[in-house]
């Protein structure tokens, strides 16, 4: 029998998974998003000034934007979509990212983002993709994995 101390502890522990998920998920994006731009698979115009800085500081300042952003994003899907595990929807999870990026580059001044080169914009959908999906799924999957679980540790005892 499921007491609400269980519950709200299986709830618990969820959440934190989630939040860590976004966590390295962001580290994923930020290593992915220079590897591409150090051997030139994306144009840099593609990126903002605010990511394109030098500078130790600047740098690291940009690695803890998109942490911090992709444990929020995170934290919304593990909110919203935590039941839904579909890879159909992952891939379209990571396509919506990425046209939100280019919505909001529409009406936002200093995310001027050219499209200029149709290999950059494919490859940026792909990263967004692969975002997308290890986000999405590793949530869903998460979730699943747990209920299993509990489920089997009810039978047990």
Do not use: C
């Not at 942490?67 to 891939?91: D, E, G």
Request: proline share 1%; net charge positive.
């Amino acid at each position: 029998m499921i007491t609400l101390k269980n519950k709200i502890n299986f709830q618990k522990k969820l959440f934190i998974r989630s939040i860590f998920t976004g966590f390295f998920g962001g580290i994923l994006f930020y290593l992915a998003m220079l590897f591409l731009l150090a051997f030139n698979f994306v144009d840099k115009q593609f990126f903002p000034e605010i990511l394109l800085t030098k500078g130790f500081m600047k740098q690291l300042m940009n690695f803890l934007i998109i942490i911090i952003l992709s444990s929020i994003h995170a934290t919304i899907y593990h909110l919203i979509f935590k039941k839904i595990l579909n890879l159909w929807f992952s891939v379209s999870y990571g396509i919506v990212l990425f046209l939100l990026l280019f919505s909001i580059n529409l009406f936002v001044e200093k995310l001027k983002i050219s499209i200029n080169d149709s290999t950059s914009l494919i490859t940026l959908l792909s990263l967004f993709i692969f975002y997308g999906v290890f986000i999405s799924y590793s949530i869903s999957f998460d979730y699943y994995e747990t209920i299993q679980r509990t489920r089997i540790n009810q039978s047990s005892t």
